[in-house]
């Protein structure tokens, strides 16, 4: 079977509304069965965990299927899943919690190319511990970061390397387990943000060496939430601020008050929505979440089954989604070149379908008002990766990002250009 992005847009009531989207690395839009599921969560008795009432196993089942589903997208432990409200505040938590164990004189590693959610709270949390930031930059020529540009800021006092898996700005992708075997030879911990990645590549923590790996499950067709996977030995040993009479276990000892059970269900059933996108999986409901949800491990052998073999379908769907991706963003690479005073800014050899434009003699947010005049979403801005557009001489206005998900359709490429080609035509806007 060949991939079927009709029957997966089919999927996704909110395409209906006929907007084409390029929004992609900002979010989502969510498909039927995360839907359904997040809604059937909230239909049944929910409680706060317990073994004893229907609502307080349902609460359980639906944490623990997440936990799962999540190691099984991520190639972890199902122990070391944490869910916070986002990657954002689970970065500031972690960041706050490793710097208690440093010292003054301790230095701390980030990169220009990343959004400022993996740079900021690791820049307040080194100053606060009276310890020293130094920065990796980034080719702007050609978009990349190298173990060379990490490397060069690497010293035996370097507590933490913080780095992007993927720019959610040029979409960029460093040599992640380069990096983390320069970093761990150092004698540091590597974070490493995956926000962008996870929603276009296979994810192995352990092959990328990541310590510490946060991403958002409504990147990658689920809802609003922030995972972090870590491994629970290294979880152990650290020690949040929480409440007193709050569970010390790991991961719950990181997890601050009452989880969004319906999310939960959400997050399950997008994993499993995009396991259905491998080529030999029909696409159908998922019952993640919904009326007779069991923990993993209990339940019927097929649904062992199920869970056991997900992790392969996992790896088939994005080896797929890759290949539709990478499709669509050669054709727009190439047609879009074609076109007068377009600027392409994302060059780097491995890269997500992710491209930042600049247009000569027109503003992008002009670019994007015409464009969303005409139902198609390319936003423009420097989308929280400040220091990336300064380094790239576009200061903090950036560029028309335009992103692929898996549901982008040559329809969309063919709307997106035909827009952009009529925009470049108009007498460009005097502003004061």
């Known amino acids: 079977m060949t991939y079927d992005v009709t029957a997966l847009r089919a999927r996704i009531p909110a395409l209906a509304a006929g907007t084409a989207h390029f929004d992609g690395p900002g979010g989502t839009q969510m498909p039927l069965p995360v839907i359904e599921a997040i809604a059937a969560a909230l239909s049944r008795p929910l409680s706060i965990r317990g073994d004893g009432l ?18 099984d997208l991520l190639a972890a432990d199902p122990a070391g899943i944490v869910f916070g409200r986002s990657a954002t505040q689970l970065t500031y938590d972690f960041s706050r919690t490793l710097a208690a164990t440093w010292s003054p004189g301790d230095e701390v590693v980030v990169t220009r190319l990343d959004h400022d959610a993996n740079i900021r709270p690791w820049v307040q949390a080194a100053e606060r511990a009276g310890c020293t930031v130094r920065r990796a930059d980034f080719d702007p020529a050609t978009g990349e970061l190298t173990a060379d540009h990490i490397r060069a800021v690497l010293s035996d006092r370097t507590r933490l390397v913080a780095v992007t898996a993927a720019s959610n700005l040029l979409g960029t992708i460093p040599p992640i387990a380069e990096i983390a075997r320069i970093t761990h030879e150092a004698g540091a911990l590597l974070h490493v943000d995956g926000v962008h990645y996870a929603a276009h590549a296979t994810v192995d923590i352990g092959a990328l060496g990541a310590d510490f790996f946060v991403c958002s499950p409504y990147k990658f067709l689920g809802p609003h939430l922030g995972v972090l996977a870590a491994a629970p030995d290294l979880l152990a040993t650290l020690h949040p601020d929480k409440l007193l009479p709050s569970t010390d276990k790991v991961p719950e000892r990181f997890e601050l008050g009452t989880l969004p ?5 959400g997050t399950s059933a997008a994993v499993d929505f995009l396991a259905a996108i491998a080529p030999d999986q029909p696409l159908r409901p998922s019952r993640s979440g919904g009326p007779g949800a069991e923990p993993p491990g209990d339940g019927d052998g097929n649904g062992r089954q199920a ?38 800014h994302s060059r780097a050899p491995h890269r997500t379908p992710t491209l930042l434009l600049t247009l000569d003699g027109h503003s992008t947010t ?13 936003p423009s801005g420097s989308f929280y990766a400040l220091e990336a557009s300064r380094h790239l001489g576009l200061g903090d206005t950036g560029g028309l990002r335009i992103g692929l998900a898996p549901y982008t359709d040559d329809e969309d490429v063919d709307r997106l250009l035909t827009g952009l080609s009529d925009f470049l035509k108009q007498r460009p806007r005097t502003h004061g």
């Open 54 to 71: 229907p609502g307080e196993r349902h609460a359980e089942a639906l944490v623990v299927g997440a936990r799962h589903a999540m190691a």
């Open 261 to 265: 059970y319906e999310f939960l269900a």
């Open 307 to 344: 869970r056991e073999n997900r992790r392969d379908r996992l790896i088939a769907a994005f080896e797929a989604i890759e290949q539709h991706e990478a499709t669509l963003r050669t054709r727009l690479e190439r047609e879009l070149a074609e076109l007068p005073g377009v600027t392409i």
């Open 366 to 378: 002009d670019a994007y008002r015409y464009l969303a005049d005409r139902d198609i979403h390319a």
